[in-house]
């Protein structure tokens, strides 16, 4: 192969792992959800535009979504139907104070109040920390994200329960679950001659915990049986490099045996969507954490509701998404059963609740979800060697060297080639200069020098492009694996492989670089020069040498400490193969046959 063909395919290589981040600069991302049909369980997505008359939950979405404050009591829609009539809201006698109920095990620690029958005030996960060292925590005041609980009453006014004060019979007011216990808080409120019921379940080996909603005499308050349940804006970013956080951050819905994707790329209000059919959970996400509702028991009758919005801060655009199970209330004996996830995208995690929330992971974009068959069986090779070896530095550093042990053959047969077609570059020459006037001879005999010699001129090159999907499943993995998040290298330099390795901030900001000195990516970007050298074969492709590395050098400045180590150890076993190759490799035939065609024609010049 060529120098041309190896500068083709790092180009490739360069455009696929940077598109994603091209498309989010123009905006140019497609629509997350694409309009299916003919389904077998008739699933159906429609795009609900603004209507003179439109459906009562769509409408009051709609609300929600415009102004939340007008939304939540309806009052200014009763009175301008009637004066005198009294809202469903100023006649619920709720508790007169808020009551907070501190919930705890060892992964996580709820704070959960009595405001709104079970809003969440805290939920730290007590394992995971924050690039400023405090816990991670899911639910943020700044952008008020937490779980939604709203209907038509039979009047047809929209009721938000938010804001209600639900009475509660708890008598503790801090509980430690340990492994295989659980604890029951029951929230309850009277409505117009009918309770609602809202019952928390939490465990005490589990992120997640259960919500069973009932209602009793539903008739005499529900529009049609119908209520929403979900979850409102999203999740806060817990990453220092908040754009890329942000850059995963998109809502979805499994229904139908598939996954549907909705996702803002840009500021302002989506056009919101109302996905037919039962889901079996909905779900936002961001680079390392998960919110998701899955369906146990509810009649799904009406599919779910997106919407979102991005909101222009400096450097990015922050994502809020609200998400709606439309509700069909039939479960009057048992209530309805939803299960709130709120923990760590984690492969082990999801996989254990066979529900396919693992199909998360490595699924942000199509290239993602094209090498995801790759990604995902690397991440618990990586987790074995984690056993043997607790520094997950030194586990890339040996995961490197086995990735260059399995792939050795396919380079050694590459190097070989380009070597073999080296040695006959010189009578390439000569037939080129010979039948430069005849282009079919040309090309016959040069089939004929290939023949003769045992040469494959794609030798060189498939064994390289064979080696492509498994390169860009590791920058995947690399770059967003949540066992990395965290993990210690060397105390003082590299102490979080999922950041990059930081030594100093610089005073100013460098275009496209940035202000931030990171020392793997110039280490990365000076062994892609010592590998371009020991490779180059044509000196007119010398700027290459140089531009190349540099163009990855702006590109991976910003990235995970852990990708750029491997990439960097990479480059380093590469030379040494390369250096060991082409010391038991015979030297080129010296290019005499060239060298007398050069002077022929300086002859002709003269």
Not at 71 to 84: H, I, L
């Amino acid at each position: 192969m060529d120098k041309k063909s190896i500068i083709a395919l790092v180009l490739i290589s360069v455009i696929i792992l940077t598109l994603p981040y091209y498309q989010e600069l123009i905006g140019g991302k497609k629509p997350a959800v694409k309009p299916t049909e003919n389904r077998a369980d008739s699933v159906r997505i429609e795009n609900k535009k603004v209507k003179k008359e439109p459906e009562p939950q769509v409408a009051a979405k709609k609300a929600v979504i415009t102004k939340e404050a007008q939304a939540v009591s309806g009052e200014a829609r009763a009175k301008q139907k009637n004066p005198a009539q009294t809202n469903l809201l100023e006649t619920i006698r709720g508790d007169s104070t808020e009551n907070l109920i501190t919930i705890e095990n060892d992964e996580i620690l709820v704070e959960i109040s009595n405001r709104g029958g079970g809003s969440l005030k805290k939920y730290i996960l007590k394992k995971y920390s924050k690039y400023d060292t405090t816990l991670v925590s899911m639910i943020d005041p700044q952008i008020k994200n937490n779980l939604h609980l709203s209907f038509q009453d039979t009047e047809g006014d929209y009721v938000n329960t938010d804001r209600i004060l639900f009475h509660t019979e708890a008598s503790k007011r801090h509980v430690y679950l340990k492994e295989n216990e659980s604890y029951k808080i029951r929230y309850y409120v009277d409505i117009n001659g009918s309770r609602l019921e809202k019952t928390f379940i939490f465990f005490g080996d589990h992120y997640h915990f259960d919500v069973v909603v009932d209602f009793k005499n539903p008739t005499k308050i529900l529009l049609n049986n119908k209520y929403q349940f979900g979850w409102k804006n999203g999740l806060p970013s817990t990453e220092s490099y908040v754009a890329d956080d942000y850059n995963y951050n998109q809502a979805y819905v499994y229904m139908g045996d598939e996954l549907e994707n909705y996702s803002v790329s840009k500021e302002g209000n989506k056009e919101p969507e109302t996905l037919s059919g039962r889901a079996d959970w909905i779900a936002v996400r961001t680079k390392y954490f998960l919110a998701s509702i899955s369906n146990i028991n509810a009649d799904v009758s009406d599919g779910v509701f997106i919407s979102g919005r991005g909101e222009k801060r400096e450097g990015y655009v922050a994502r809020m998404y609200d998400l709606d199970y439309n509700i069909r209330f039939t479960n009057p004996a048992t209530g309805d059963t939803l299960r709130v996830y709120l923990g760590p995208l984690d492969h082990k995690i999801l996989k254990a609740y066979h529900n396919h929330q693992d199909e998360l992971i490595m699924n942000n974009g199509w290239y993602e979800r094209m090498f995801r068959f790759m990604s995902i069986p690397i991440i618990p090779i990586l987790e074995f060697l984690y056993k043997i070896i607790p520094n997950y530095g030194i586990v890339i550093i040996l995961f490197s060297i086995l990735v260059k042990i399995v792939v050795f053959p396919l380079t050694k047969k590459s190097y070989v080639s380009m070597r073999e077609m080296q040695k006959i570059n010189p009578l390439m020459a000569e037939l080129k200069e010979k039948y430069k006037g005849d282009p079919q001879r040309l090309n016959k005999e040069t089939m004929k020098l290939y023949k003769e010699h045992g040469v494959n001129p794609m030798g060189g090159c498939l064994p390289s492009l064979i080696q492509m999907p498994l390169l860009i499943a590791l920058f995947i993995v690399f770059r967003s694996t949540i066992q990395l998040r965290g993990a210690v290298f060397i105390p003082g330099w590299i102490t979080d492989l999922s950041r990059a390795d930081t030594l100093f901030t610089l005073p100013f900001s460098l275009p496209m670089y940035g202000n931030e000195f990171n020392l793997l990516p110039i280490l990365m970007a000076i062994t892609m020069i010592f590998q371009s050298k020991m490779t180059m074969q044509d000196p007119k492709q010398k700027a290459m040498v140089y531009l190349m590395p540099l163009f990855m050098l702006v590109l991976f400045n910003r990235f995970p400490s852990g990708l750029n180590l491997y990439y960097t150890m990479f480059n380093i076993l590469t030379i040494i193969q390369q250096t060991f190759i082409n010391k038991n490799s015979e030297p080129p035939a010296k290019p005499a046959l060239a060298e007398a065609t050069v002077k022929k024609q300086k002859r002709k010049r003269r």
